[in-house]
C-alpha cells in the first residue's frame, strides 16, 4: 500500500517540533513523502505606514527569512537536515497558507502539533487547527508529538462517514500493530415538557445499538479490534474513554457539513481536538491511503 504526500505545518514552538517529528516518523511508516511548512507573519504596517516610505517587499523578505531561520534552530537534531532545508515558508493566516499548499501538492493528510490541554503555537493559537479542519478537504492529524500509536480508538456512529473513518483507523492500527477499540455513542434522546416522555427511549437506545452491530460492526477487519458501547454525550464520552483506555489517538470522522455549517455549528470532531485527550486524526474523505492499491 502506498500512502499520499503529507504536508506539516510546524513553527518554533515545542508544539511545531513535535509535529515535525511526529509527521517524519508517519511519513516514514507510511512510505509517503512529507514535506515541511510554515506561515511566517504577515507585515502590517499600519496608519503611519506611508506609500513610498517602506519598502514592504524588502520589510516581507527580512520576515521570511528571520522566521526560517528560527524554525530551522528550533528542528534541529530532531528531523533530517535535508528536510529543514526544503521547509517552504510562506507569509499569511495559517489556515490558509495550509490549505493552498495542501491543493498545490495534491497531500491528502496534513499534520499540526498540539499539547495536551490546550492548542498552542502559532498554527493553533486562536483556533488555527479549527480553522484548518473546516478549511481543509483532507484528513488532518492533531499530534500530541512522537509516540508510537499502540491504542487506536474510533469513535463511530451511523452516518455515511462511519466506514471510512473506521478504514482509516484500521489502516493505521494495522501500520503499527496496534489495539483497536471500536466505540459506539449513544446520545440522550429528548423528552417533552413537564417531564412527558414523548418516545419510548430505552426502545430508542436499544434499536441504535443493535444498529451498531448489524451495520457498522460486521465491516471490521481488524483480528483483534472490540467493540464498546456508551452512552451519553458525544464529544465528552470520546474523551473519558480515550483517557480511561490510554488511547494514543482518536480517529474521528468530519461530516460534510457546509463551511459556513461548521463555522455556526461546530462539530463532534472539533470537540474531541479541543479536548486533545490524545493525538486525534480528523479523517475527511475516504481518509488516508484509501485511494492506494
Not at 241 to 270: K, M, P, Q, T
Request: glycine letters at 10%; aromatic letters at 4%.
Amino acid at each position: 500500500m502506498t500512502w499520499g504526500p503529507i504536508v506539516i505545518g510546524v513553527d518554533a514552538s515545542t508544539a511545531g517540533v513535535g509535529a515535525a517529528a511526529a509527521g517524519w516518523e508517519l511519513a516514514q511508516a507510511m512510505g509517503a513523502q512529507c514535506s515541511l511548512l510554515h506561515a511566517a507573519r504577515e507585515v502590517w504596517l499600519g496608519p503611519a505606514g506611508a506609500p513610498g516610505l517602506v519598502d514592504l517587499g524588502v520589510v516581507m523578505e527580512d520576515v521570511v527569512r528571520a522566521s526560517r531561520a528560527d524554525v530551522e534552530r528550533a528542528l534541529a537534531g530532531h528531523v533530517p537536515k535535508e528536510l529543514v532545508a526544503a521547509m517552504e515558508v510562506r507569509s499569511g493566516p495559517p489556515a490558509q497558507v495550509l490549505r493552498d499548499v495542501v491543493a498545490e501538492r495534491g497531500a491528502e493528510l496534513a499534520v499540526l502539533g498540539a499539547k495536551r490541554h490546550g492548542l498552542v503555537a502559532r498554527w493553533l493559537g486562536g483556533s488555527t487547527a479549527k480553522n484548518a479542519i473546516r478549511a481543509l478537504d483532507v484528513s488532518v492529524l492533531v499530534t500530541t508529538g512522537p509516540k508510537p500509536f499502540a491504542r487506536v480508538l474510533v469513535p463511530v456512529d451511523l452516518s455515511e462517514m462511519a466506514i471510512p473513518t473506521l478504514h482509516a483507523a484500521e489502516r493505521l492500527a494495522r501500520l503499527f500493530g496496534a489495539k483497536l477499540r471500536v466505540l459506539h455513542v449513544i446520545e440522550p434522546f429528548p423528552y417533552a415538557a413537564e417531564g412527558i416522555t414523548v418516545v419510548d427511549v430505552a426502545e430508542l437506545g436499544r434499536q441504535a445499538e443493535e444498529a451498531f452491530h448489524r451495520t457498522v460492526w460486521p465491516r471490521v477487519s481488524y483480528g483483534t479490534a472490540e467493540a464498546v458501547v456508551r452512552r451519553g454525550p458525544a464529544a465528552a464520552v470520546i474523551e473519558q474513554e480515550a483517557i480511561e483506555w490510554s488511547a494514543d489517538l482518536v480517529v474521528v470522522g468530519a461530516h460534510g457539513r457546509s463551511r459556513v455549517e461548521r463555522i455556526f455549528l461546530g462539530s463532534v470532531s472539533e470537540g474531541v481536538v479541543n479536548a486533545l485527550p490524545a493525538s486525534v486524526l480528523v479523517v475527511r474523505g475516504a481518509g488516508p491511503g484509501a485511494g492506494s492499491r
